[in-house]
């Protein structure tokens, strides 16, 4: 048995006849550039998270870059960031001349350790960028309560987190919703992925939402009349399309994903050298990426391999050591939490078309390795 990382073929077999009808009618129409498609399902995004607003951007990366720059995330100014999380997280505040200040995780969740957060606020701290990694939301009370107190804006970074949701004050609500701005990625292989890059923006803030719109327009209000200087990043009418399609089946694939997960806990419970993810009471999870934390990780990693299962490490290298933020000054040590995780965690196929007997096969593998 082969079983695959990621694959998605099978679902676009499913519903090929649905795919293929909503890209021909694309191409027949000729609309390619912010086309019918794109105003749907930005409408479509806002009904399924509740989101008061949202414009749909080139990749998920472009989507953090417009609300950094539109929240001041530059020139100097410092944003708090995991160090554990992938690049585009801290590359947006350093693009734009901004400082990414890193902060360690917590060792159950991966996510952003608040404690630590608030050690490195300072006078010229401007914002807080939590990521929702994995599989459930950051600790947004903790983070709000930064904010208020620091009055610090909140750019979330919800490119993993499409579909989960925190209980915040007593209502329950989608990630990306609680900070000024939040952000998904539409990344193939995300909970929510298209047939290429696509991203977008949300916001409950109507001014906010109106300088989105009009940067990724190259900072225009009206054609050729440029009140910023924007970028070109619009969300492909076809991959729009492609992604209503997928929207329509979203619900059933997170099940699907809980199922999977579900399977994986029961057959690796016992497995002493194996750690499975934890779930903090307050949050809806999805299953993004399955992630265990084992020991002897790169045997295992080469075992698995050996028997043609597909794997994947978020993250091998803590953004503190990563060569192009050498000049932010950090060393080796100075974040262990995230040091440790990127020696040990490792990431098992998950998506929702994989089988039981894909899973049960992945799970008597791991065992078999640490029987040897
Ligand atoms: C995928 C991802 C992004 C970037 O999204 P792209 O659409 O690939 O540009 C940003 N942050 C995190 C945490 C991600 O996982």
Redesign the pocket.
Known sequence: MKVPFYDATREYKLYKAQFDKAISDVVSSGAFILGKEVQDFEESICKYTGAKYAVSVA????A?LIASDILGYKNGAEVITPVF??F??ASCIARLNGKPIFCDVDEDTFNMNMKDAENRITNKTAGILP?H?FLQTADMKACMELAQKHRLTILE?A??AFGMRTNYKGNDLHAGLIGDFGIF???PT?TLGAYG???MIITNNEELYNKALSYRTHGSTKRYYHDYVGCNSRLDTLQAAVLNVKLSHIDNAIQNRAKIAAQYRELLKNVSEIKLPVVIDNNKEVNYVFCIKAENRDSLENYLKSKEIGTSIYYPVPLHLQKCFEYLGYKKGDFPVSEKLSKTVLALPMFPELTEDEVSFVCETIKEFYRK
């Open positions: 990749n998920g990366s472009d953090l999380t992938f585009a997280s990521v990694l970074d490119a993993e990625s539409f990344f995300k890059d696509a991203g």
